[in-house]
Structures are given as structure tokens and as C-alpha cells.
């Protein structure tokens, strides 16, 4: 790993390779006047990505999966005097349509594209409804994607380009109250409905992510619009923080994702 990253402490070494991916783009765009793109990205590579570009203050780039509010997303880097659009991203969109009787899943396209040989990180979202399914890939995997003709054992047709009535409007299950500290296990005490000594031990235990970060620290304090998770209790975030009670308390609310 660069040392110019020692900042970010100890990273596995799948995060290595992706903080030092960012810093390739970033010397791409300002040594070599070249624009450049990564593969997909999770939530988490997206928010270390950011943290690197952060602290060597490069500002030219702009992350998008093909749709707004997309999971996974490609992060590009623009040369100096160029500016990045939607369109530059080598990003391809494909619908595939079958009976709604056939109730295919996530893990059905992800499993048939993972038997063609392509690798993980060249995919997007996976947009499952009925009968219909949008898929977000690499534009280097777009020729055997567009000949998919089964999917499992159910037949589908292909086509470019995806329907947006298959994109997905995020819900939230809204939660109000106050907290004595804006502490993790307090306001995970609150987010669950459960003790704040229980809450510290699911931290403790299996640890948490704030802003898709692993953390294992109760006292790690949470702002307004963090996002913040424990494995098998759902995703929360941070919607607003408002002014303190008479007893010092903090006035929150808390969104969870539907």
C-alpha cells in the first residue's frame, strides 16, 4: 500500500488494493491528463475511495452505477480540464423479461453470470421484479451478457437498456426519541428498541458499520446523515439531530431502511 495512506491504520488486503486504485486514478488524471475508471464498487470501497481522494484533495471525479441512488457504483476521475458525464461511465444496461410465474432471484442472475466467467466485480445492480429484471454491468462484459438465453433452467429474453419502473423507491421505517449521547450504543439502544448494555454487546460481539466501515468501538459518536448497521438487525441512519432537552438529552431521528 502507498505509504502516503498509513492514515487509514491497518486495511485488509482486498481495501489496500482498493485505496491504492484510487490513488492510480488520481495520478492518471493529474500526470498523465488521462480520464479513468475503476470496476464496480460496494458501499464500502466507495466510502474508502473517498476518504483517499479526501486527503490528497482531488475534487474531479464523480462516482455513478448506471441509475441514480445505485448501490454499486464506478468511480471515474477526470483529466484536468474535462468534465465527467453519466455517459462516459463504460457502463451497460440490459432488461431481461420472463414469466412472472418464474420467480427468479438475485442469486439466479448473479449465479448465471458468475458460470460465464465473469467476475464479480465487473457487475453492478441487480434489479429483480417480476417477470422483469435489470442488470448493470461493465461495458467489457456486455457481449455475453447480451446472449444470455436461460437463466437457471427459465427461459428469458434480453434487451439493451433497462425499464425504470423496475427501479426501487426506498422506504423507511421512521423511529423517534431522545438519547443521553450521541454515542453508537446509545443511539443503536434506541435504533432497536433494546437496552444500551444489549447494544453494546451486539457491537462488542459482532461488531457494527458506520458509513460502511467496520467498527467495534461503542463510544464512536454519530452525526447527522451517517448510516450505521449490526448484521442481521437492518440499516439505519441518522436523520436528524435536533436541539438538546432540559435534562441534556439529543432529540433524534432515526430512519430505517425498509
Known sequence: ?????????ELSQDDKLTAD????????????????????????QRTLSEKVLASVCFKDYMFFGGYEGASRTVLGTAAPYTELGKADFPISAFTFTYRPADRLTHRDFLGCLMSLG????TVGDILVTEGKTALFVSRSVSVPVSGITKVGRVGVKVSEGYDESVIPVQEFVPTEGTVSSLRLDCVLSLALR????KAAA???KSGAEVNYTGVFSCDARLEQGDVFSVR??????????GA?????????????YA
Open 194 to 197: 433494546i437496552s444500551r448494555e
Open 232 to 241: 442481521g438487525f437492518g440499516k439505519f441512519r441518522v436523520e436528524e439531530i
Open 118 to 121: 465473469i467476475e464479480r466485480s
Open 1 to 9: 500500500m502507498d505509504k502516503s495512506l498509513s492514515f487509514l491504520g
Open 21 to 44: 486504485r484510487a490513488l492510480e486514478l488520481v495520478r492518471a488524471a493529474e500526470s498523465k491528463y488521462i480520464s479513468k475508471f475503476t470496476f464496480f464498487l460496494d458501499e464500502h
Open 244 to 256: 438538546q432537552t432540559a435534562k441534556g438529552r439529543f432529540r433524534i431521528k432515526i430512519n430505517k
Open 202 to 204: 451486539l457491537i462488542r
